[in-house]
């Protein structure tokens, strides 16, 4: 069983950045696509974005060209490089793990029960918040 632990949230201006970490323990990483999501106060969660277990990415339109996601099969750990934060960037943010052996699959959107359905690994989320 996949277990994931979020690292790397905190406080930040805006226009700053943070790098999110997503440490796997369990299994290892190879069989899994990666999602990062998140959920604001008030807000559905949404899909940031994720990383296939053959490396192909997708982002929500609002990460693209600031947010970057990269994989380390070897150390267990999926990253999420965040620059140019913006205010409405701060939520809760959640790794979630895809067991799939197809290599392209990395679905971000959807229903919700179809993303959990998907997506049966769960880590506690880290906080990031961004200040204007």
């Known amino acids: 069983q996949l277990q994931l632990v979020e690292s790397g949230g905190g406080l930040v201006q805006a226009g700053g950045s943070l790098r999110l970490s997503c440490g796997a323990s369990g299994s290892t990483l190879d069989y899994y696509g990666i999602a990062w999501f998140r959920q604001a106060p008030g807000k559905e969660r949404e899909g940031v974005s994720c990383?296939?277990?053959?490396?192909?990415?997708v982002y929500a339109d609002f990460a693209k060209g600031r947010f970057t996601i990269s994989r380390d099969n070897a150390k267990n750990q999926v990253y999420l490089q965040m620059n140019g934060l913006k205010p409405e960037d701060t939520g809760m943010y959640y790794c979630?793990?895809?067991?799939?052996?197809?290599?392209?699959?990395?679905?971000?959107?959807?229903?919700?029960?179809?993303?959990?359905?998907?997506?049966?690994?769960w880590g506690q989320g880290t906080q990031v918040t961004v200040s204007s």
């Open positions: 979630a793990g895809l067991l799939t052996t197809e290599k392209d699959l990395c679905p971000l959107w959807g229903r919700r029960q179809d993303i959990e359905f998907l997506y049966r690994s």
């Open positions: 990383i296939a277990t053959g490396g192909r990415t």
